[in-house]
């Protein structure tokens, strides 16, 4: 079974989140949402949700991806969190997946992850990722990283993500379930 783990911070963008979530369960990962702080966690537009697990109770699990979602103040709780720049690290030194949508690929970058791989993310955090390869796609693969734009690229992303842990067809059943227009 793949496994994904999926953080949660204190003002996470809701549909990076929670699309991720749903389109990666309906293909069959176990997929886990953990949450920096205890409890329920308020996203960027108000909504709240409660994580599976807390980020402490899990670090020492295997993964094999791990997604970051954007919105604010959502990414820079996640950039100053030293758990997960180290958990970055540590996936990235094992060559496993790590996606971030949205202004997240930031926590990519100030974690030394990203290199000068090709990346995308919000257009409104393009100038904080220097020394990358940037590009204005939609999703962008580079090796195991896998970057994405926006709350309206979610769909996109999270599709790309079952195509990279399992395959097209499982891509594809999914969408033919979810009606996306991808």
Do not use: W
Request: proline residues 4%; hydrophobic residues 40%.
């Amino acid at each position: 079974m793949k496994t994904v783990l999926v953080l949660l911070a204190p003002g996470f963008e809701e549909i990076e989140t929670i699309t991720v979530v749903d389109i990666l369960r309906r293909a069959g990962a176990k997929v886990t949402l953990a949450g920096t702080e205890e409890g329920p966690l308020v996203g960027s537009r108000g909504i709240s949700v409660l994580p599976d697990d807390l980020l402490d109770h899990v670090l020492e699990k295997e993964f094999d991806l791990v997604v970051l979602p954007g919105g604010q103040p959502g990414t820079d709780n996640l950039k100053k969190d030293a758990r997960v720049s180290q958990l970055l690290k540590i996936m990235d030194s094992r060559g496993k997946y790590i996606a971030a949508i949205c202004a997240a690929p930031l926590v990519l970058k100030k974690a030394g992850v990203l290199g000068n791989r090709c990346v995308t993310s919000h257009p409104s955090v393009q100038n904080g990722m220097e020394g990358t390869t940037y590009s204005d796609e939609r999703v962008v693969v580079d090796g195991h990283i896998i970057t994405s734009k926006s709350p309206g690229t979610a769909m996109e992303f999270s599709l790309q993500l079952v195509e990279i842990l399992f395959d097209r067809e499982r891509k594809d059943i999914v969408n033919k379930g979810v009606l996306a227009n991808i």
